[in-house]
């Protein structure tokens, strides 16, 4: 391998330079790339400093460099020395990010070598802390191994103390199987009671409704004949009697409509008005069909010259009864009363229609029908 870097030995007469060849030094050339294991200007054109030479270093290879560029003054030399120069000019803007690198590996080393030495000194306390406890774990154990040799009738009294301890154990586990089969016999007989104890419970409900109803009953029929005792008592005249005879039904039956509207009927004839028209309106509340207590009502009303409530009570009698001549007849009167003539004719003549025989309502139409006439 013949180096680049010739010098000059002497110039011809006709001009002509001659060179000295040196023999190449490789690694003991400044220019040689040890990891290309070549010249660094032959193989990429640029000049490779092994390492991260410093400034000093750099410095001095410059100077090597010129002072060979220096030797060099033919157009070969004069491309050469350019091309140095272009390598001078990358070396100096290589210095810099050399520096800087240099000194951020140098900060990374650093600090790892700080964490290494945190982590080495860490790791030889936990070590120390380990061996410590193992030294005086294996004294324990030493301990209990010349205590054992010194009192060989001490373990045999403890093997003997085991096997008995094993065999109450095995008596106990044997008595608790037994408990356990005599508890499954009792929760077995604790759900055949379950059962007979729900039987018996819906049986004593059922008992227990049947004998309401059959009370509720019995206190009903009490109640129907005690409510036709005061009936009797009523039509005699005997109204203080038939009153007690209708409370007394209904403190056997609440529910009694006809006994409630019965004494309405008393206690308006006892001229307990404001009594009577409760009563009436229980006996409606329970049974909005009892056209008897509506048309009671409706009386009650008409007696008190509330003509407006009689003539709606009179009015919703006669569309819920069947023989709704007398609630026609008596609607009539009423709307005649607030002087509505037009709707007292007609409810007299439905009157009529629903019973021909029905006289009053007859007799009432006539007399109206000849005073328009005569008048």
């Known amino acids: 391998m013949i180096c680049p870097m010739l010098s000059q030995s002497h ?56 002072e060979r560029l220096g030797a060099v003054s033919d157009k070969h030399g004069t491309a050469l020395r350019e091309m140095g120069l272009t390598l001078l000019q990358g070396i100096s803007a290589l210095e810099e990010p050399l520096q800087g690198w240099g000194a951020e590996i140098g900060t990374r080393l650093e600090s790892i070598n700080t964490s290494l030495l945190t982590s080495t000194t860490t790791m030889e306390g936990k070590l120390a802390e380990t061996q410590a406890a193992q030294r005086a774990l294996k004294q324990e154990l030493q301990q209990v191994a010349g205590a054992i040799q010194q009192n060989p009738s001490w373990v045999a009294g403890m093997e003997q103390s085991v096997k008995t301890l094993s065999s109450r154990l095995a008596g106990v586990a044997e008595r608790f199987v037994k408990l356990s089969d005599h508890l499954e016999t009792l929760a077995g007989k604790v759900a055949g009671l379950q059962g007979t104890h729900e039987t018996l419970s819906v049986s004593l409900k059922e008992e227990s409704t049947r004998r309401d109803e059959e009370h509720k009953r019995r206190q009903r029929e009490a109640a129907r004949e005690i409510n036709t005792r005061g009936v009797a008592l009523y039509h005699q005249g005997a109204l203080q009697g038939a009153e007690g005879c209708f409370r007394a039904a209904l403190e056997n039956d609440h529910a009694f409509a006809e006994a409630h509207n019965n004494l309405g009927l008393c206690l308006s004839k006892l001229g307990k008005e404001q009594e009577a028209e409760a009563c009436f309106a229980r006996a409606i509340e329970i049974d909005p069909r009892l056209t008897e207590a509506i048309n009671n009502l409706g009386f009650l009303f008409h007696q008190g010259t509330q003509f407006d409530k009689a003539v709606e009570m009179f009015r919703r009698a006669a569309l819920s009864s069947q023989d709704s001549s007398v609630a026609w007849t008596n609607m009539g009167n009423a709307c005649y009363k607030l002087g509505r003539h037009s709707e007292a004719v007609e409810a007299w003549r439905k009157a009529v229609d629903a019973n021909p025989a029905n006289e009053n309502a007859a007799r009432a139409l006539r007399m109206f029908q000849q005073a328009g006439a005569g008048s």
């Open 11 to 66: 110039r011809e007469t006709d001009g002509t330079v001659v060179w000295d060849h040196h023999d190449c030094i490789e690694s003991a050339c400044t220019f040689w790339a040890a990891e290309q294991h070549d010249c660094a200007i032959r193989a990429s054109g640029l000049l490779v400093i092994k390492g991260a030479v410093g400034q000093a270093e750099a410095s001095q290879a410059t100077r090597k460099i010129e």
